[in-house]
């Protein structure tokens, strides 16, 4: 309805009088139709920011010889960047863990269907009890897709150069995935390194993913065979099949990211041009002393048991406690948490903001005690 001014002020007034009894008749004429509990912006929101949520594991298949791929079924659609990783936990025992993986599967798949997929190698406390132990039919939660292991036009350029080793392919795949569905538009070369034929995960899918916008070369390292190439990712082969005009990401163990930093110097690439997936903070080489690690929930306090080779967030699972975890390599802040005493040692390099280490906070994920500490640790999600 416009309102349009009148030439004479009172007689804007007079009109204004009228809207009182001329709303009522407006609303008395209205159908009696209930107004939306849910609307659009909540449902999209919803599918940006799930949260925690319950999961069921409806698929396990075996890859190769030390790695499955585990499928869940979410309690709702998520919508994620073909590259980042969700953190998959359950309860074994008395303790509450979880770890992060890297999402396989498509963001298509996840939008219209509901599940993901993640591939899971056989190492560690965690992945190997999923190895082991998961069956179809169970109950897991699921965090938030994470991270920064994902395509940006902005930052990188118009070809990446993804170097892999073992399951650090599963975040190539959702790429690959992802190039063939249209959700994301760039040029990816993948470098798959493995010891041996067998070793190489997902294989069958990679060939078929294939196109002008995708392909793979797979180097073996313990192993001759023609159609491969041999030994690892060195410059020339990346500038052979990929050019030196390229972002390089890279997902795989310490060591493969050790070599291929030495290589990629060499093609001038480095800096913003270079991402890596953080690995998990491991056990340190420690002799094995025990603390006692107090911790502040809310209103509850709890003591329990941290080992001087464990971290602290891995005492806290160990106990059962309810605490947030999600990169579990310091540097994504999730698990920040307030020094209220003790000593401690940083796994590798310090990753805190500057406000974190300022004002005492720590990052559980990846700090070791060195005698016994005392923290205020924020609530753990609840799966929705």
């Known amino acids: 309805m416009k309102f349009k001014r009148q030439i004479f002020g009172f007689m804007d007034l007079l009109r204004f009088k009228k809207m009182v009894p001329l709303r009522a008749k407006k609303l008395a004429e209205a159908p009696a139709t209930p107004l939306p509990t849910s609307y659009r912006v909540d449902r999209t929101v919803k599918i940006l920011h799930p949260g925690m949520q319950q999961a069921e594991l409806t698929e396990i298949r075996q890859e190769t010889p030390d790695m499955k791929t585990f499928t869940f079924r979410l309690s709702g659609k998520m919508m994620f960047r073909a590259g980042e990783y969700v953190t998959v936990g359950h309860k074994i025992g008395d303790s509450l863990a979880s770890r992060p993986y890297a999402i396989a599967s498509s963001p298509l798949t996840?939008?219209?269907?509901?599940?993901?997929?993640?591939?899971?190698?056989?190492?560690?406390?965690?992945?190997?009890?999923?190895?082991?132990?998961?069956?179809?039919?169970?109950?897991?939660?699921?965090?938030?897709p994470s991270g920064f292991f994902h395509?940006?036009?902005?930052?990188?350029?118009?070809?990446?150069?993804?170097?892999?080793?073992?399951?650090?392919?599963?975040?190539?795949?959702?790429?690959?995935?992802?190039?063939?569905?249209?959700?994301?538009?760039?040029?990816?070369?993948?470098?798959?390194?493995?010891?041996?034929?067998?070793?190489?995960?997902?294989?069958?899918?990679?060939?078929?993913?294939?196109?002008?916008?995708?392909?793979v070369v797979y180097v073996l390292s313990d192993e001759k065979n023609e159609k491969y190439e041999s030994g690892f990712v060195t410059a020339e082969l990346v500038e052979k099949y990929a050019g030196k005009d390229v972002s390089v990401f890279m997902c795989g163990p310490q060591a493969m990211?050790?070599?291929?930093?030495?290589?990629?110097?060499?093609?001038?690439?480095?800096?913003?041009?270079?991402?890596?997936?953080?690995?998990?903070?491991?056990?340190?080489?420690?002799?094995?002393?025990?603390?006692?690690?107090?911790?502040?929930?809310?209103?509850?306090?709890?003591?329990?048991?941290?080992?001087?080779?464990?971290?602290?967030?891995?005492?806290?699972?160990?106990?059962?406690?309810?605490?947030?975890?999600?990169?579990?390599?310091?540097?994504?802040?999730?698990?920040?948490?307030?020094?209220?005493?003790?000593?401690?040692?940083?796994?590798?390099?310090?990753?805190?903001?500057?406000?974190?280490?300022?004002?005492?906070f720590i990052h559980p994920c990846c700090t070791y005690p060195d005698s016994d500490v005392e923290l205020e640790v924020p609530a753990g999600e609840i799966p929705q």
Not at 127 to 142: C, E, L, Q, R, V
């Open 151 to 215: 395509y940006d036009g902005v930052r990188d350029r118009a070809v990446v150069a993804g170097i892999a080793g073992g399951s650090g392919v599963t975040p190539f795949l959702s790429m690959a995935r992802a190039i063939a569905e249209g959700s994301e538009d760039f040029s990816l070369v993948l470098f798959y390194g493995a010891r041996t034929e067998k070793d190489l995960a997902y294989k069958e899918e990679l060939d078929k993913l294939c196109s002008d916008k995708f392909k």
């Open 257 to 360: 990211f050790d070599f291929a930093d030495k290589e990629m110097a060499k093609l001038d690439l480095g800096g913003k041009y270079v991402r890596k997936e953080s690995n998990c903070v491991a056990a340190r080489d420690v002799a094995p002393t025990q603390y006692k690690l107090r911790v502040h929930i809310r209103d509850e306090v709890f003591e329990v048991n941290a080992d001087a080779r464990e971290t602290l967030l891995t005492a806290m699972e160990r106990a059962g406690l309810n605490v947030p975890a999600k990169c579990r390599a310091g540097g994504c802040g999730y698990c920040h948490s307030r020094l209220i005493s003790g000593k401690y040692t940083i796994a590798g390099a310090d990753k805190r903001r500057v406000a974190d280490a300022k004002f005492g």
């Open 110 to 144: 996840a939008l219209e269907k509901g599940e993901i997929s993640v591939g899971i190698k056989k190492a560690g406390f965690f992945s190997g009890w999923m190895f082991d132990n998961a069956k179809t039919g169970d109950k897991f939660f699921i965090g938030d």
